[in-house]
């Protein structure tokens, strides 16, 4: 049976398409028992919580997510279009520290990785495309948690992130190009940060525009229509933490990803409000 990696809610809501691509963190069960990886690596090496954080099937038009982690199917790169970076394919080979993410003699060859982008990246992506071409959406948002600190191999290795990034450019062949007016980021960024302005858990800038830019496939495919789209990067600091996260048991307080949840939800309503 063909499983669908995503669901979606086509309420009369906002006219808002929210994108969650890597909040999955599960194996695909073609894969399972060949991966090299424990529960902790595979929650670390996903968008972990945004899943639940961004969950608002209820007040939106739509919502695509999945529930496949990102290093054995990455929905936000292209399949088409070389690896930016050694072993960050569709299809990982390591992780961002560095381990592998198969078993020795178990990397998935060429027709099991084409499997699972057909079973797995093709429906998420058609999806989105046939919720676009409704013409109902006014709005896409690219929602993703992420990593307090950049990881080898990000633009920003090593350096501590904002509590909360907008972004709304992309580089592509033709250089920079905006998927949405800077006004109109700057406006959503302004509204996340007065719900999240006495958040000090960084170093950083804790509200940022375009900083860091990251390499999306998702924003450079549906950002460059007539639609407006936005990229939402919440720092992880703010509950993969020793206060909010227990190891022992791979969990984050619930409490504090309501309320989050409820946070991100009432910026991004006053947000739309001013501005659709």
Known sequence: MLIIPGAVTTMKRLPVLIIVPHGGSQVPEELSGYEALGGFDLL??????ANAIFSFRDEVLALVDTYVSRLFVDMDRSYREPSPAPGDWVMKSSTSQGKPVFGEKTCPDEIAVAAMVKRYY??????????????????????????AVGPVGAPDEGRPRPLISVQSSVVTKKGEE???????????????????????TTVARRFAHNEPVFRG???????????PML?????????????????????VDPLRIEGIRGRIWKAISRFYWRNF
């Open 178 to 200: 905006e998927t949405a007016p800077g006004a109109l980021a700057l406006d959503l960024l302004e509204s996340l940060g007065r719900e999240f302005q006495d958040e000090d």
């Open 231 to 251: 990229r939402i990067s919440l720092s992880r600091a703010l509950f993969f933490n020793d206060r909010y996260f227990s190891y022992e048991y791979l969990k």
């Open 44 to 49: 670390y090496e996903s968008d972990a919580c």
């Open 122 to 147: 093709m429906p998420f992506h058609d999806t989105v495309r046939k919720i676009i071409a409704t013409g109902e959406v006014q709005l896409i948002l690219d929602c993703h948690t992420m990593m």
């Open 217 to 227: 496939h998702c924003l450079a495919a549906y950002g460059l229509s007539d639609v």
